[in-house]
């Protein structure tokens, strides 16, 4: 089999990639990957707003829902994205103040964020309104239909190998057939750690840890979204009550978040639990472009929302960008050694195996 691009990943940024350059660009388009059955923990969550101190990135945000929505127009579950109001707490100084930036900045381009009453140990609150949630489970479960009416070739990641020609042309080899591709693009932390080099990674990433927890049923929450920002906790709680979660800290700094915002939620059950590696970009920011000398790309660190800026991520990878979305993304590109990038860093948390990181 051959293709334009082959997508590596197993999120819905994965997905949204993939049926972009095909369904809005026409380029014969794979997507490799094993998506999560819906028994088990989240790995991660997928939403429209997050702590950006960047207004390129807000402007840039805004600038694609209404492509991410036509997008998903002929999904056959038309509830795989819901609208929400998360609210996002700072404990600390510095996060608060990256806080205050964010939503200065995302109300320059229209986004409507209000203050909340501080909970105790609480520095700052904010919550958004009318921002968008993908509900990865209903996503999954009808991703095999929605890419065959888009012309996207699922196929399973099991058992490959990479092999590159003198011209640059890779070979996808399995035990069951053969895929040549011109480009492919790992998209997202599992597909980056399994296939970027190490230099590459530790160039442009912190690995970190991440729990995914499932708890049972707890009392209703201020919001369906909860953000701690100092950890990089995010709580979901679904309409029975039952909460997914991911953060880099533990149970603790879950169940203090709950008894918070919840009222009598003291015995706070764990229904299952998971760890999994993740990588944070070094500046906070993205992280879009190639390998030297290659056509493998990846695209890696763009946070919760980096799913609603894949209309225009595929418009880079087919060289149709206008002037500001060629610069945005040309000042992601990988770094090739430990400098920082210049004039593009967000705020961010990273925890390491050495100590804590933060960076604005």
Avoid at 233 to 253: E, K, M, P, R, V
Avoid at 304 to 319: H, N, Q, R
Wanted: with cysteine; proline share 3%; aromatic share 8%.
């Amino acid at each position: 089999m051959n293709f334009e691009f082959t997508i590596f990943g197993n999120t819905p940024l994965a997905a949204l990639l993939a049926c972009s350059l095909s369904k809005l660009y026409g380029r014969e388009t794979a997507l490799l990957g094993q998506f999560a059955h819906s028994s088990l923990p989240s790995h991660g969550f997928d939403i429209s707003v997050d702590i950006i101190t960047q207004p390129q990135t807000w402007r840039l945000i805004k600038k694609n829902i209404s492509p991410f929505e036509d997008l998903l127009k002929d999904f056959s579950n038309e509830t795989v994205y819901e609208k929400i109001d998360p609210i996002f707490i700072a404990r600390s100084k510095k996060s608060a103040d990256a806080l205050n930036h964010a939503r200065n900045v995302a109300g320059l381009y229209g986004f409507s964020i209000e203050k909340q009453e501080l909970t105790k140990g609480v520095m700052q609150s904010i919550q958004f309104r009318d921002a968008i949630r993908i509900k990865r489970r209903s996503m999954f479960a009808g991703l095999d239909s929605w890419l065959n009416r888009n012309n996207v070739k699922l196929l399973n990641a099991n058992n490959i190998e990479l092999k590159r020609n003198a011209s640059g042309v890779v070979k996808i080899i399995s035990a069951n057939e053969t895929i040549v591709s011109k480009h492919i693009v790992f998209v997202d932390d599992e597909a980056i750690l399994n296939h970027i080099p190490q230099k590459d990674i530790s160039n442009n990433f912190f690995k970190t840890t991440t729990n995914a927890l499932m708890l049972e049923p707890a009392k209703k929450l201020k919001s369906s979204t909860i953000i701690n920002i100092d950890d990089s906790s995010i709580l979901f709680q679904h309409a029975n009550g039952a909460i997914d979660c991911t953060s880099q800290d533990d149970f603790t700094s879950i169940s203090n978040i709950i008894n918070s915002y919840g009222k009598n939620n003291r015995d706070i059950k764990l229904a299952g639990k998971a760890q999994f590696s993740s990588i944070i970009s070094k500046d906070g920011a993205g992280v879009f472009g190639s390998l030297s000398g290659t056509k493998l790309s990846y695209i890696g660190g763009f946070g919760t929302s980096g799913a609603f800026l894949t209309p225009t991520m595929a418009k880079i990878l087919v060289g149709k960008g206008n002037d500001f979305e060629n610069e945005y993304f040309a000042k992601r590109k990988p770094k090739l050694n430990e400098k920082l990038r210049p004039n593009i860093s967000e705020f961010f948390v990273a925890k390491t195996n050495k100590k804590q990181k933060r960076g604005r």
